[in-house]
């Protein structure tokens, strides 16, 4: 019972560098969902993908990236990493985006610092 | 426009006394209403959910909610506090997209 996994779980690094941030859900959900979460603030989208072959802008998108890679994997990218990113980010699934009864899963995160 | 706001940041409660964390929320529509859980390092687990159902809903753990529509909340609480439930709460409401509270700590004193 994976659910949603996230990889890595831990990273440091350097203003400017890149990085990408991997998630897969083995659930056969059809939406999927990047957050971030900053003391105080609980959690904001950065992009999520309705369906496969399609993704599209939250509240927080700027800097970022993503690629939804086939329905089971979403990725996030940070091009030109900035200190400001430092942050927890979280990948989420749900059956369908817009069916507000049908909650979402999450990964156990990644934790990435910005130096 | 949703919007959820968690009337607490810090709850503090004894082992055994009961729970309670406050959420309003602001809707359009008529919403549906989860609580998540999220121990230290981890990811958020749903606690329970409500969907224009039964307007007392039990979740895991012992935990309920109740929705009241007219005072536009939908405050979590258990009987009886336990050292496992030291975690963060969120409060999330939905119509389309999910929009989340800031959270509340709950510290559980022995």
């Known amino acids: 019972n994976a659910g949603v996994t996230q990889t890595p779980k831990f990273q440091v690094l350097k203003t400017g560098q890149s990085m990408t941030l991997q998630c897969a859900q083995d659930?056969?959900?059809?939406?999927m969902y990047w957050y971030r979460q900053d003391p105080g603030m609980g959690l904001r989208l950065i992009y999520y993908?309705?369906?496969?072959?399609?993704?599209d802008k939250g509240e927080v998108p700027n800097g970022y990236n993503v690629s939804r890679l086939n329905k089971r994997e979403f990725s996030l990218r940070l091009e030109s990493a900035a200190p400001s990113q430092t942050s927890v980010y979280f990948c989420?699934?749900?059956?369908?985006?817009?069916?507000?009864?049908?909650?979402?899963?999450f990964g156990d995160g990644t934790r990435l610092s910005i130096l | 426009a949703q919007s959820v706001t968690q009337l607490d940041s810090h709850v503090s409660v004894s082992e055994g006394t009961p729970v309670l964390l406050r959420c309003n929320y602001s809707?359009?529509?008529?919403?549906?209403l989860f609580w998540y859980v999220q121990h230290p390092n981890k990811g958020l687990q749903l606690l329970l959910k409500?969907?224009?159902?039964?307007?007392l809903v039990k979740g895991i753990n012992g935990f309920e909610a109740e929705f009241k529509k007219s005072e536009t909340s939908f405050h979590l609480t258990k009987p009886s506090a336990h050292m496992s439930d030291a975690a963060e709460y969120f409060c999330?409401?939905?119509?389309?997209?999910?929009?989340f509270g800031a959270g509340t700590r709950l510290t559980v004193k022995p």
């Open positions: 989420a699934s749900s059956l369908n985006r817009g069916a507000s009864n049908q909650p979402q899963h």
């Open positions: 659930m056969n959900h059809n939406s």
């Open positions: 993908s309705a369906s496969e072959g399609t993704t």
């Open positions: 809707s359009s529509y008529s919403p549906s």
């Open positions: 409500y969907t224009s159902a039964a307007t």
């Open positions: 999330v409401v939905s119509d389309y997209d999910m929009r």
